[in-house]
C-alpha cells in the first residue's frame, strides 16, 4: 500500500499516491510509518515522529497555489469583508479595524513576490487573516479560509532560511505538502515599509 499507483478498491485504474507520498515526507524529517493488519477489523496505521516535531495549531488558508498555513497564535481574527470597503493609500489597500487602518496584502503577491489584486468572491467579499498583534497587524487577503488544524510542524531546512515569508513546511493527514508562512518576518519587514507610506501620506494630509 505504501507503492506509487496502488488501489484496493475493485475495479479501478491504479493511481494511488498518498501513502507513497507520506511515508516520503516522513522519512525526510525522520519519521516512519508502518501498518498492522486486522483480519475482519481493519487495518491500523501507526505514525512515529521525531521529538523535534511539534504539533502546532494553524489556520489553514487557500491561495492560487493552494494551501498555506497560519500559525494560528499569530492570527488576531479570521473574516469576511465587503471589498467595498477596502481603503486605497497611494495603490495600498487598507482595511479599517479595531479603530485603526491596517494594510491589506494577498497571499498570493506574498508567495509570487509581485503585485496581485485583490479578488473578492461571488458574493463580493473579501477572506481575511488578520495577523500581528498592537501596531504590527496586517490583513492578508486570501482566496479561502479553510479553517484550524492541528498539524506536526519539523525543524525548518536549513534551505528555507533564503525564504523570507517562509518559516518552514507541514505534511497534512492526505499527502499535501503545505508552507507556514514566517509571520515575523512578514510584521516586521512588509509592514515597516507598508507604515512609512501611511505616515507619508498623514503628513500630507492639510
Not at 511515508?23 to 510509518?33: D, K, M, P, S
Not at 495549531?57 to 488576531?76: K, N, Q, T
Not at 479560509?145 to 533564503?162: C, L, Q, T
Request: charged content about 15%.
Amino acid at each position: 500500500v505504501f507503492m506509487r499507483h496502488v488501489s484496493v478498491a475493485p475495479g479501478e485504474q491504479p493511481r494511488g499516491s498518498g501513502l507513497a507520498e507520506m511515508r516520503q515526507q516522513l522519512g525526510r524529517i525522520g519519521g516512519t510509518i508502518s501498518v498492522t493488519n486486522l483480519p475482519g477489523a481493519g487495518a491500523v496505521f501507526t505514525l512515529t515522529l521525531p521529538q523535534s516535531v511539534a504539533m502546532q495549531d494553524m489556520l489553514l488558508v487557500r491561495s492560487v497555489r493552494g494551501l498555506s498555513a497560519i500559525p494560528e497564535r499569530h492570527v488576531a481574527e479570521a473574516l469576511k469583508v465587503p471589498a467595498v470597503s477596502i481603503q486605497y493609500l497611494q495603490d495600498q489597500p487598507a482595511l479599517s479595524y479595531q479603530h485603526a487602518v491596517i494594510p491589506v496584502v494577498s497571499i498570493d503577491a506574498l508567495l509570487s513576490g509581485r503585485p496581485v489584486p485583490l479578488q473578492a468572491n461571488a458574493e463580493g467579499f473579501l477572506e481575511v487573516a488578520v495577523i500581528g498583534t498592537g501596531q504590527n497587524r496586517l490583513a492578508v487577503a486570501v482566496r479561502q479560509i479553510e479553517g484550524i488544524r492541528r498539524v506536526f510542524v519539523p525543524e525548518p531546512h536549513p534551505a528555507m532560511a533564503s525564504i523570507g515569508h517562509v518559516g518552514g513546511a507541514t505534511l497534512l493527514g492526505d499527502g499535501s505538502l503545505v508552507y507556514i508562512l514566517n509571520i515575523d518576518y512578514l510584521t516586521e519587514n512588509l509592514y515597516n515599509g507598508i507604515h512609512a507610506l501611511y505616515q507619508s501620506q498623514a503628513g500630507s494630509q492639510p
